[in-house]
């Protein structure tokens, strides 16, 4: 069982930047696909980048040119890097992980592990 850990949120003004930090631990399992959500107070749960195991990403528009996604393999880590943030992108961000147990990334073998999530504030 795959399990997340985020880190990394609080507050900042308008023009400023933050990293998350998504810890993932958990033995024998194949990572099909990482990704960060956000959701907003009042509204639904959104992708704002992922990246799958071909490294193919795929970002929110409102994101794209300011926040990019990084990963360190040797401390099991996802990184979000947030730059040039905007009151818009207040919300709470979650770490996503999509794997499997038997080697497969087929949409029949994979499973979804969520974080608990991290508060991000932009204000000035």
């Known amino acids: 069982q795959v399990q997340l850990k985020e880190s990394g949120g609080g507050s900042a003004e308008p023009g400023g930047s933050l990293k998350l930090s998504c810890v993932i631990s958990g033995a024998s399992y194949l990572n099909c696909d990482m990704s960060w959500y956000r959701q907003a107070p009042g509204k639904e749960r959104d992708l704002v980048l992922g990246?799958?195991?071909?490294?193919?990403?795929r970002y929110a528009d409102s994101v794209r040119g300011r926040f990019t996604v990084s990963r360190d393999n040797a401390k099991n880590t996802l990184y979000l890097q947030m730059n040039n943030l905007r009151p818009e992108d207040t919300a709470m961000y979650y770490c996503?992980?999509?794997?499997?147990?038997?080697?497969?990334?087929?949409?029949?073998?994979?499973?979804?592990?969520w974080g608990q999530g991290t508060l991000v504030t932009v204000s000035s």
């Open positions: 996503r992980v999509a794997y499997s147990t038997v080697g497969l990334c087929n949409p029949n073998y994979v499973l979804d592990a």
């Open positions: 990246v799958d195991s071909s490294g193919a990403a």
